[in-house]
Protein backbone atom coordinates (compact mmCIF):
# COMPACT_ATOMS: atom_id res chain seq x y z
CA UNK A 1 0.00 0.00 0.00
CA UNK A 2 1.66 3.57 -0.38
CA UNK A 3 0.68 6.35 1.83
CA UNK A 4 1.99 9.53 1.64
CA UNK A 5 4.86 10.52 3.11
CA UNK A 6 5.27 13.21 6.03
CA UNK A 7 7.50 15.91 7.07
CA UNK A 8 6.68 17.51 9.95
CA UNK A 9 8.33 20.56 11.25
CA UNK A 10 9.58 21.22 14.89
CA UNK A 11 9.79 24.61 15.78
CA UNK A 12 10.86 23.71 19.21
CA UNK A 13 11.24 26.56 21.41
CA UNK A 14 11.19 29.24 18.67
CA UNK A 15 9.77 32.03 17.20
CA UNK A 16 7.66 35.48 17.30
CA UNK A 17 4.54 36.35 15.87
CA UNK A 18 6.33 38.23 13.23
CA UNK A 19 8.91 35.41 12.01
CA UNK A 20 5.77 32.58 12.21
CA UNK A 21 3.55 35.31 10.12
CA UNK A 22 6.69 35.06 6.96
CA UNK A 23 7.59 31.90 7.11
CA UNK A 24 3.45 29.94 7.29
CA UNK A 25 2.29 32.71 4.61
CA UNK A 26 5.63 31.64 2.54
CA UNK A 27 5.09 27.88 3.50
CA UNK A 28 1.39 27.72 2.55
CA UNK A 29 2.11 29.70 -1.05
CA UNK A 30 4.49 26.63 -1.75
CA UNK A 31 1.72 23.64 -0.70
CA UNK A 32 -0.14 23.50 -3.42
CA UNK A 33 1.45 20.47 -5.46
CA UNK A 34 3.63 19.55 -1.64
CA UNK A 35 4.49 16.15 -2.88
CA UNK A 36 3.94 15.09 0.72
CA UNK A 37 1.70 15.82 3.74
CA UNK A 38 3.68 18.30 4.88
CA UNK A 39 3.23 19.79 8.91
CA UNK A 40 4.41 22.38 11.37
CA UNK A 41 4.12 22.03 15.65
CA UNK A 42 4.33 25.09 16.72
CA UNK A 43 4.51 26.42 20.37
CA UNK A 44 1.38 26.36 22.13
CA UNK A 45 0.82 29.98 22.36
CA UNK A 46 0.89 30.18 18.74
CA UNK A 47 -1.56 27.74 17.96
CA UNK A 48 -4.42 30.32 16.94
CA UNK A 49 -2.08 32.38 14.79
CA UNK A 50 -1.00 29.31 12.84
CA UNK A 51 -4.29 28.00 12.51
CA UNK A 52 -5.44 31.02 10.80
CA UNK A 53 -2.31 31.59 8.45
CA UNK A 54 -2.66 27.84 7.68
CA UNK A 55 -6.99 27.88 6.79
CA UNK A 56 -7.51 26.22 3.55
CA UNK A 57 -4.25 25.26 2.86
CA UNK A 58 -2.92 21.87 2.96
CA UNK A 59 -0.21 22.89 5.30
CA UNK A 60 -1.13 20.82 8.65
CA UNK A 61 -0.81 21.96 12.58
CA UNK A 62 0.94 20.22 15.39
CA UNK A 63 1.82 20.08 18.60
CA UNK A 64 4.86 19.65 20.71
CA UNK A 65 3.53 17.52 23.55
CA UNK A 66 0.10 17.13 24.96
CA UNK A 67 -1.44 16.13 28.57
CA UNK A 68 -2.52 13.02 29.78
CA UNK A 69 -4.99 14.48 31.71
CA UNK A 70 -8.18 15.31 30.46
CA UNK A 71 -8.72 18.23 32.52
CA UNK A 72 -8.21 19.84 35.70
CA UNK A 73 -5.70 21.03 38.42
CA UNK A 74 -2.30 20.44 35.99
CA UNK A 75 -1.18 24.13 35.93
CA UNK A 76 1.29 24.50 32.59
CA UNK A 77 -0.60 21.60 30.50
CA UNK A 78 -2.31 21.54 27.52
CA UNK A 79 -4.96 19.05 27.04
CA UNK A 80 -5.63 17.13 24.20
CA UNK A 81 -9.27 18.67 23.72
CA UNK A 82 -7.78 22.00 23.56
CA UNK A 83 -5.53 21.77 20.71
CA UNK A 84 -8.11 19.70 18.90
CA UNK A 85 -10.34 22.82 19.54
CA UNK A 86 -7.08 24.96 17.61
CA UNK A 87 -7.04 22.47 14.56
CA UNK A 88 -4.20 20.51 15.83
CA UNK A 89 -3.57 17.04 13.84
CA UNK A 90 -0.58 16.15 15.35
CA UNK A 91 0.52 15.85 18.51
CA UNK A 92 4.60 15.26 19.86
CA UNK A 93 4.87 13.14 22.13
CA UNK A 94 8.34 11.67 24.24
CA UNK A 95 10.98 13.83 22.53
CA UNK A 96 13.94 13.17 24.02
CA UNK A 97 14.33 16.87 24.68
CA UNK A 98 11.17 16.34 26.87
CA UNK A 99 12.70 12.70 27.80
CA UNK A 100 15.75 14.57 29.18
CA UNK A 101 14.64 17.79 30.95
CA UNK A 102 11.49 17.04 31.56
CA UNK A 103 11.95 13.48 33.00
CA UNK A 104 9.10 11.89 31.22
CA UNK A 105 8.84 7.96 31.52
CA UNK A 106 7.70 5.87 29.17
CA UNK A 107 4.73 4.95 31.38
CA UNK A 108 3.68 8.89 31.06
CA UNK A 109 4.45 8.74 27.31
CA UNK A 110 2.05 5.77 26.78
CA UNK A 111 -0.90 7.66 28.72
CA UNK A 112 -0.53 10.76 26.32
CA UNK A 113 -0.37 8.99 22.98
CA UNK A 114 -3.67 7.39 24.28
CA UNK A 115 -5.22 10.94 25.84
CA UNK A 116 -4.01 12.16 21.62
CA UNK A 117 -5.71 9.44 20.20
CA UNK A 118 -9.09 9.81 22.69
CA UNK A 119 -9.31 13.38 21.39
CA UNK A 120 -8.14 12.45 17.40
CA UNK A 121 -4.57 13.38 17.41
CA UNK A 122 -1.91 11.62 16.07
CA UNK A 123 0.55 11.23 18.32
CA UNK A 124 3.94 11.79 16.71
CA UNK A 125 6.14 9.52 19.63
CA UNK A 126 9.61 9.92 19.44
CA UNK A 127 11.81 7.02 19.82
CA UNK A 128 15.59 6.91 20.16
CA UNK A 129 18.78 6.21 21.17
CA UNK A 130 21.54 8.48 22.93
CA UNK A 131 25.56 7.39 21.82
CA UNK A 132 25.78 6.16 25.19
CA UNK A 133 22.71 3.70 24.32
CA UNK A 134 24.43 3.09 20.79
CA UNK A 135 27.99 1.99 22.04
CA UNK A 136 26.09 -0.44 25.08
CA UNK A 137 23.20 -1.97 23.47
CA UNK A 138 23.05 -1.19 19.20
CA UNK A 139 21.04 0.74 16.91
CA UNK A 140 17.67 -0.82 17.80
CA UNK A 141 17.36 -1.93 21.10
CA UNK A 142 16.53 1.20 22.94
CA UNK A 143 14.42 2.81 20.54
CA UNK A 144 12.14 -0.72 20.38
CA UNK A 145 11.97 -0.89 23.79
CA UNK A 146 10.64 2.80 24.18
CA UNK A 147 8.26 2.12 21.50
CA UNK A 148 7.49 -1.40 23.39
CA UNK A 149 6.46 0.47 26.24
CA UNK A 150 5.02 2.97 25.25
CA UNK A 151 2.07 1.32 23.25
CA UNK A 152 1.57 -1.07 26.00
CA UNK A 153 1.19 2.05 28.39
CA UNK A 154 -1.33 3.35 26.07
CA UNK A 155 -3.36 0.25 26.29
CA UNK A 156 -3.00 -0.20 22.35
CA UNK A 157 -1.30 -3.85 22.31
CA UNK A 158 -3.77 -6.52 21.02
CA UNK A 159 -6.56 -4.15 21.07
CA UNK A 160 -9.09 -4.45 18.12
CA UNK A 161 -9.05 -1.22 15.68
CA UNK A 162 -5.92 0.78 13.96
CA UNK A 163 -4.97 4.06 15.59
CA UNK A 164 -3.33 6.05 13.18
CA UNK A 165 0.13 7.05 14.80
CA UNK A 166 3.12 8.35 13.54
CA UNK A 167 6.49 6.69 15.24
CA UNK A 168 9.70 9.12 14.51
CA UNK A 169 13.25 7.89 15.48
CA UNK A 170 15.32 9.91 16.52
CA UNK A 171 18.68 8.88 17.40
CA UNK A 172 19.57 11.79 20.22
CA UNK A 173 23.22 11.78 19.46
CA UNK A 174 22.07 12.98 15.75
CA UNK A 175 19.76 16.02 17.02
CA UNK A 176 20.64 19.40 16.37
CA UNK A 177 24.73 17.71 15.78
CA UNK A 178 24.52 18.35 12.62
CA UNK A 179 25.69 14.61 12.24
CA UNK A 180 23.03 13.04 10.78
CA UNK A 181 22.37 9.11 11.01
CA UNK A 182 23.21 7.52 7.77
CA UNK A 183 20.26 6.55 5.70
CA UNK A 184 21.30 2.73 6.18
CA UNK A 185 21.14 3.35 10.29
CA UNK A 186 18.00 5.08 9.50
CA UNK A 187 16.31 2.04 7.58
CA UNK A 188 17.69 -0.41 10.03
CA UNK A 189 16.23 1.46 12.95
CA UNK A 190 13.27 1.86 11.02
CA UNK A 191 12.50 -1.66 10.10
CA UNK A 192 12.73 -2.81 13.48
CA UNK A 193 10.20 -0.77 14.46
CA UNK A 194 7.94 -1.60 12.16
CA UNK A 195 8.56 -5.12 13.05
CA UNK A 196 7.30 -4.55 16.59
CA UNK A 197 4.72 -2.55 14.83
CA UNK A 198 3.78 -5.47 12.95
CA UNK A 199 4.04 -8.00 15.97
CA UNK A 200 2.06 -5.79 19.12
CA UNK A 201 -0.60 -4.42 16.38
CA UNK A 202 -0.64 -6.59 13.82
CA UNK A 203 0.65 -6.34 10.43
CA UNK A 204 -1.70 -3.78 8.63
CA UNK A 205 -1.68 -1.55 11.01
CA UNK A 206 2.38 -1.67 10.63
CA UNK A 207 2.00 -1.46 7.09
CA UNK A 208 -0.40 1.84 7.58
CA UNK A 209 1.88 3.72 10.05
CA UNK A 210 4.61 6.11 8.94
CA UNK A 211 8.22 5.77 10.46
CA UNK A 212 9.97 9.12 10.01
CA UNK A 213 13.51 9.85 10.86
CA UNK A 214 14.84 12.82 12.86
CA UNK A 215 18.10 14.35 13.31
CA UNK A 216 19.99 16.90 11.24
CA UNK A 217 17.77 16.57 8.31
CA UNK A 218 18.87 19.16 5.69
CA UNK A 219 18.01 19.50 2.31
CA UNK A 220 21.41 18.22 1.42
CA UNK A 221 19.99 14.82 2.76
CA UNK A 222 16.55 14.29 2.64
CA UNK A 223 16.81 12.39 -0.29
CA UNK A 224 18.69 9.42 0.99
CA UNK A 225 16.40 8.87 3.54
CA UNK A 226 13.18 8.99 1.39
CA UNK A 227 14.50 6.82 -1.03
CA UNK A 228 14.40 4.10 2.39
CA UNK A 229 11.53 1.74 1.97
CA UNK A 230 10.27 1.82 5.73
CA UNK A 231 11.33 5.56 6.14
CA UNK A 232 8.00 7.49 5.42
CA UNK A 233 9.48 10.89 6.44
CA UNK A 234 11.03 13.01 8.50
CA UNK A 235 10.84 15.44 11.74
CA UNK A 236 12.88 18.42 11.27
CA UNK A 237 13.97 20.53 14.16
CA UNK A 238 16.50 23.18 12.45
CA UNK A 239 15.79 23.17 9.16
CA UNK A 240 12.05 23.98 9.55
CA UNK A 241 12.79 27.33 10.52
CA UNK A 242 14.42 28.61 7.56
CA UNK A 243 11.55 28.31 4.88
CA UNK A 244 13.89 27.27 2.05
CA UNK A 245 15.17 25.03 4.03
CA UNK A 246 12.23 23.17 4.47
CA UNK A 247 10.54 23.65 1.30
CA UNK A 248 13.08 22.20 -0.31
CA UNK A 249 13.15 19.14 2.20
CA UNK A 250 9.50 18.99 1.52
CA UNK A 251 10.00 19.14 -2.56
CA UNK A 252 7.79 21.70 -3.09
CA UNK A 253 10.46 24.68 -3.09
CA UNK A 254 9.75 25.87 -6.64
CA UNK A 255 6.47 26.65 -5.46
CA UNK A 256 7.78 29.30 -3.11
CA UNK A 257 8.00 32.68 -4.26
CA UNK A 258 11.50 34.27 -3.45
P1 LIG B 1 17.36 18.90 14.21
O1 LIG B 1 16.72 18.71 12.87
O2 LIG B 1 17.61 20.33 14.56
O3 LIG B 1 18.56 18.02 14.39
O4 LIG B 1 16.28 18.42 15.30
C1 LIG B 1 15.64 17.21 15.13
C2 LIG B 1 14.53 17.13 16.08
O5 LIG B 1 14.73 17.08 17.28
C3 LIG B 1 13.16 17.13 15.55
O6 LIG B 1 12.23 16.79 16.51
Redesign the pocket.
Same mark, same amino acid.
Given at each position: MTKKKLIAG?W?MNGSLAANDALVRALVAGMKDAACTVAVCVPAPYLAQVQALCAGSALELGAQDVSPHEQGAYTGEVSAAMLKEFGVRYA %?VG? !??RRQYHGETDEQLGRKVAAAIKHGLVPIL?VGETADDLEKHGPSAVPVAQLRAALAGAGLVDKKGTPDIVV +?Y?PVW +? %?? !? $?Q +?ATAEQAEQVAAKLRETLAELLGADVADATRILY? $? !? *?KSGNIASFMREPNVDGA? *??? +??LDVTEFASIARFQKHVGT
Amino acid at each position: MTKKKLIAGNWKMNGSLAANDALVRALVAGMKDAACTVAVCVPAPYLAQVQALCAGSALELGAQDVSPHEQGAYTGEVSAAMLKEFGVRYA %IVGH !SERRQYHGETDEQLGRKVAAAIKHGLVPILCVGETADDLEKHGPSAVPVAQLRAALAGAGLVDKKGTPDIVV +AYEPVW +A %IG !S $GQ +AATAEQAEQVAAKLRETLAELLGADVADATRILYG $G !S *VKSGNIASFMREPNVDGAL *VGG +ASLDVTEFASIARFQKHVGT
